[in-house]
Nanobody, 123 residues
Framework: QVQLVESGGGLVQPGGSLRLSCAASGFTLDYYAIGWFRQAPGKEREGVSCIRSSHESTYYADSVKGRFTISRDNAKNTVYLQMNSLKPEDTAVYYC????????????????WGQGTQVTVSS
């Protein structure tokens, strides 16, 4: 059974850091891209970052470039999203999702999703 489980969310002050984890089970990450998306209340789900299955090419939304770093540990079947210099506008539920081989900014191109983890940036 394919499963993605996010963890690591929480409440953090502006300027703080969090590291999100996306643990995969039921399949191996080797052939899949993993994307991180987020959805704030009243807004559409948006792409944040993605890492490809091969070459570990990475992609970032302009709003998080220079602050977020995506990485993967295939041995642990886990993808991470290191979030630094967090801003209140980063507040959202963060989801990870898988797509065979390559990244896409379109949510309907991903076939499995985690349940999400809440990130709240507030003083």
């Amino acid at each position: 059974q394919v499963q993605l489980v996010e963890s690591g969310g929480g409440l953090v002050q502006p300027g703080g850091s969090l590291r999100l984890s996306c643990a995969a089970s039921g399949f191996t990450l080797d052939y899949y891209a993993i994307g991180w998306f987020r959805q704030a209340p009243g807004k559409e789900r948006e792409g944040v970052s993605c890492i490809r299955s091969s070459h570990e090419s990475t992609y970032y939304a302009d709003s998080v470039k220079g602050r977020f770093t995506i990485s993967r540990d295939n041995a642990k079947n886990t993808v991470y999203l290191q979030m630094n210099s967090l801003k209140p506008e980063d507040t959202a539920v963060y989801y990870c999702a898988r797509r065979y081989y390559g990244c896409s900014g379109y949510t309907n191109r991903y076939d499995s999703w985690g349940q999400g983890t809440q990130v709240t940036v507030s003083s």
